[in-house]
């Protein structure tokens, strides 16, 4: 397992990406650290920096297979905090060694999962229920917390002083997009839902804050269910990393479809990580 990267002075570099004949530029936060990588770096900044002593125990919740997940348990088991995550009661009997799930089982989660019925009452009573120990994260580190981080990731775009201010960055909870766009005003920001689609991204958006103009959210006349195999996205996967870079098989593919047909120019793509998951896509492509 990696050293941790929990030096604050992290400053991904800007790489030239040529893909399809277009220049692009890409915000390479997947080199951060293998597993606290990309947005979820961003996102927990906060608590990346927090004092180990002022807490010992995390709590979290949300996808079995989460990238924020994996991000969450490395990080608690570099700072020596407990890391207790819920999920719905999911057979799990089938998933890799490589899985986002066994890899976090081996920093040391604690994973409880929930029958259904209780899932959401319990998730709700859990920002009562917090001592002051502990340190809940919403799914996906969506939050106000998550402003910290995305500040400096836009303080970083600010200073490498590109000519086309026009950047991309795919969405799950828009966490990201949506403060990147407001931290950036003068920034055209593109993003698409990975899960659902505009109007629930801009609900989950808005419970943050205000939706910026700046903000464009591309859509697809296809509809895309998250985390479903499509041999396109993996033809586009394929393509991106025959190219040099390679990109998670979850939200990219859909954003950089997205952006070809529907953009020119020298976009800079924020690169968001999550490479871990895509041992279990590729079995489920193999299969
Ligand atoms: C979590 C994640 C996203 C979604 O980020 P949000 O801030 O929730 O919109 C996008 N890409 C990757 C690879 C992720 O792991």
Redesign the pocket.
């Known amino acids: 397992m990696s050293i941790l990267t929990t030096n604050t002075q992290v400053n991904s570099p800007i790489e030239e990406f040529t893909f399809k004949q277009r220049k692009f530029y890409v915000k390479r936060d997947d080199l951060i650290d293998p597993f606290l990588s990309?947005?979820?770096y961003r996102?927990l900044f906060s608590l990346i920096t927090l004092d180990k002593l002022c807490i010992d125990t995390v709590i979290s919740y949300g996808g079995v297979q989460?990238?924020?997940m994996v991000?969450l348990a490395a990080l608690c088991s570099q700072k020596n905090w407990r890391f207790i995550y819920y999920t719905k009661k999911v057979d799990i009997s089938h998933f890799l060694q490589s899985s986002n799930y066994h890899i976090a089982l081996r920093f040391g989660m604690q994973h409880k999962a929930l029958d259904m019925p209780i899932y959401r009452d319990f998730i709700a009573s859990l920002s009562l229920s917090i001592d002051e120990r502990s340190y809940l994260v919403h799914q996906?580190?969506?939050g106000h917390d998550?402003l910290p981080g995305i500040r400096q990731l836009a303080h970083e775009i600010r200073e490498a002083g590109l000519k086309d201010k026009r950047l991309a960055?795919?969405?799950?909870?828009?966490?990201?997009?949506?403060?990147l766009a407001k931290e950036l005003p003068d920034f055209t920001v593109f993003?698409t839902p990975?899960i659902g689609d505009k109007t629930y991204l801009l609900k989950q958006m808005s419970a943050l804050e205000k939706v910026p103009d700046n903000l464009k959210i591309l859509e697809s006349s296809k509809k895309y269910h998250f985390a479903k195999p499509y041999p396109e996205f993996y033809k586009l996967y394929m393509q991106l990393k025959e190219c040099g870079i390679e990109?998670?098989l979850?939200?990219?593919p859909k954003l950089w479809k997205l952006l070809l047909e529907n953009t020119d120019g020298e976009i800079l793509y924020i690169?968001?990580?999550?490479?871990t998951?895509n041992a279990s896509m590729l079995a489920r492509y193999a299969r």
């Open positions: 990309g947005n979820k996102k989460s990238n924020a991000a996906g580190g969506a998550a960055t795919p969405s799950g909870t828009g966490t990201t997009a949506l403060y993003t990975s990109f998670d979850l939200y990219a690169h968001s990580g999550g490479l998951g």
